[in-house]
């Protein structure tokens, strides 16, 4: 299936190719994907197990991890949470045969950027991964926004958002956040009291649409109201069903 979408996958013109380490137990969609990322003009590190991926990360991060969940020993989800652990932020795309809501917030939960479900095209990991550079590479969002402050800092009500550092204030307290949860936090803050509808958000965040039935964007609001919230406050982030998403802070 031919690309619509231009997109290197090098880093920069002339330079070298992004790096992605793809951990997959299964040898033959290890040996196909490993191929297929190859022509693709990736520079591709596989190993069988998770043992193999830290090692690897450990010895040379690559730009992009590839990670099946159901592995021997230190499965996916434990390697992204050790990485996590210590501080990485490489963006991390899971492969799972499990296709339920669950097991899919459990990578989410993990640590994880974007999952894909097997049996998969190949395509549509070419797609996420291209949106995931995108992200890493900071792909900025046009404009400034309503609470954006001459040093970068976007504000709403009490909420406080540092883009440079990627830290997040409610009130004096500090909010951690993971990428995923950060880069949606800081879209719809840019856009306080505008409703953003669920296609905008997809392709802002992720860079593509999941489609109707797709539960992530869902998954990750509900993780930043759990996160941000406070007792007794009206919560900072609105559903407008079927439409989308506002950020209000009064």
Not at 185 to 208: K, M
């Amino acid at each position: 299936m031919p690309h619509t979408e231009p997109f290197s996958n090098t880093p920069t013109p002339g330079g070298p190719p992004h790096t992605v380490l793809l951990a997959e137990d299964d040898r033959a969609i290890r040996n196909a994907l490993e191929r297929a990322l190859t022509l693709e003009g990736y520079r591709v590190t596989a190993v069988a197990d998770g043992v193999q991926a830290l090692a690897a990360v450990h010895r040379q991060p690559p730009d992009l991890l590839v990670l099946d969940v159901m592995m021997p020993g230190i499965d996916g989800l434990q390697v992204c949470r050790v990485l996590r652990a210590e501080g990485s932020r490489t963006p991390v795309l899971m492969l799972t045969a499990r296709v339920e809501t669950a097991d899919r917030v459990a990578g989410l939960d993990a640590g994880a950027d974007d999952y894909v479900a097997k049996p998969f095209e190949v395509d549509e990991v070419f797609a996420r991964l291209r949106a995931l550079l995108r992200r890493a590479d900071g792909a900025a969002l046009p404009g400034g926004g309503v609470g954006e402050e001459p040093d970068g800092v976007v504000t709403a009500g009490d909420l406080r958002i540092d883009p440079g550092a990627r830290r997040v204030w409610r009130g004096p307290r500090e909010v951690g956040l993971t990428r995923t949860e950060f880069d949606l936090l800081h879209l719809l803050a840019r856009n306080e009291g505008l409703v953003l509808d669920h296609a905008t958000i997809y392709d802002r965040i992720w860079g593509y649409d999941f489609g109707p039935s797709s539960k992530n964007l869902a998954v990750y609001v509900g993780y930043l109201r759990r996160k941000l919230d406070v007792p007794g406050a009206p919560p900072l982030i609105h559903t407008l069903r079927g439409v989308g998403y506002v950020l209000r802070a009064s």
